[in-house]
């Protein structure tokens, strides 16, 4: 990917002028901010994701957090990047994997509301992170910008948007990248129960799980891989150029498919050096048709408060619940 991006966004969360809460919500940690009406973080507060307590703890706990950067109550209202499948219409959790237990089937909106008395627009943490994203690039392209994003770390996750719009599917299905086929990952069990994955060979595990399966050792995490890789070792070197490309391969089809303005890739393993990002590069270039020659995938504009930028702008743009709506 190339790194040349710059590391600010415009990013607009209250047209009004109040300060919004923004959170993000992963199987370890919650992060919650306070952000002003221009994307200004004004407090941060962290905790850990009570990811085994239920979900009830959960929003408990989220709640608790946005308690904390916003105990005057200037804000009203909230935004939530949350892991697992997300339909911002209905604000449910419609499907989920176990990182979180008993996190699939939650009434996110809803329940944060009526918790927090703010009103509460959530989505996906992955679509979330990729709204700043979108609005620069439709800045830029009078507001019809086509953008694909990947996040690849522990899992796979995605976000399409196309003339200008993030499209979010059936259930808040869309952009879920990680459970497309891949042939790389062919006969391999995926988390969501079906076989071929994508997520299964190119997410930070699965890489460490195909080292583990060319050298039958055992290794403790993708650094590991990497370091590895960067001493030489055959084995290494294959793990995360197989990853890469399979993921490459996936992003380039996809862009055949939706035409986008602008490719990004963030996440933690693409961080691990050049040989992930340049397999990938090299996969992904090699499946383009004509017309998108010249594409290459960009690093995020955004850092680490990328995903609580996204989440409170969530509020301008998604549906609200409202603390005691009739559900």
């Known amino acids: 990917m190339t790194t040349t991006a710059p590391q600010t966004a415009d990013v607009r969360t209250a047209p009004d002028g109040r300060p919004v809460v923004g959170l993000d919500l992963g199987g370890t940690k919650i992060a919650a901010a306070l952000l002003g009406a221009?994307?200004?973080?004004?407090?941060?507060?962290?905790?850990?994701?009570?990811?085994?307590?239920?979900?009830?703890?959960v929003l408990d706990a989220l709640a608790a957090a946005a308690a904390e950067v916003d105990p005057g109550?200037?804000?009203?209202?909230l935004g939530i990047a949350?892991?697992?499948?997300?339909?911002?219409?209905?604000?449910?959790?419609?499907?989920?994997?176990?990182?979180?237990?008993?996190?699939?089937?939650t009434a996110l909106g809803a329940g944060l509301a009526d918790r927090t008395g703010y009103a509460v627009a959530c989505d996906n943490d992955v679509r979330a992170t990729a709204g700043p994203e979108l609005a620069a690039l439709n800045a830029e392209r009078q507001d019809h910008g086509s953008l694909l994003f990947a996040a690849i770390g522990t899992g796979v996750g995605g976000a399409i948007a196309t003339d200008g719009r993030m499209l979010h599917g059936a259930s808040g299905i869309?952009?879920?990248l990680g459970h497309l086929p891949s042939p790389e990952a062919a006969g391999l069990p995926c988390t969501c129960g079906s076989t071929g994955h994508l997520?299964?060979?190119a997410s930070g595990p699965g890489i460490a799980?195909?080292?583990?399966?060319?050298?039958?050792?055992?290794?403790?995490?993708?650094?590991?891989?990497?370091l590895r890789a960067a001493q030489g070792e055959p084995a290494a070197v294959s793990a995360i150029t197989t990853g890469a490309a399979a993921a490459g391969h996936v992003l380039g089809g996809l862009a055949n498919a939706f035409g986008p303005d602008r490719v990004v890739v963030g996440g933690g393993v693409p961080r691990i050096g050049p040989l992930y990002e340049d397999a990938l590069r090299a996969a992904f270039v090699s499946e383009l048709m004509e017309p998108l020659r010249g594409l290459v995938p960009r690093a995020p504009l955004l850092g680490h408060d990328a995903a609580v930028l996204g989440a409170a702008a969530l509020t301008t743009t998604l549906p609200l619940h409202h603390p005691g709506a009739h559900r």
């Open 38 to 57: 221009d994307g200004t973080v004004l407090a941060r507060h962290n905790r850990p994701t009570p990811a085994r307590a239920g979900a009830a703890a």
């Open 174 to 176: 869309a952009g879920h």
């Open 209 to 226: 799980a195909h080292y583990e399966r060319l050298t039958g050792a055992p290794v403790d995490r993708l650094e590991t891989v990497a």
């Open 73 to 77: 109550r200037a804000a009203a209202l």
């Open 199 to 201: 997520e299964v060979i």
């Open 82 to 105: 949350a892991a697992g499948v997300v339909d911002p219409r209905t604000g449910m959790v419609t499907s989920a994997t176990d990182s979180i237990l008993g996190w699939a089937g």
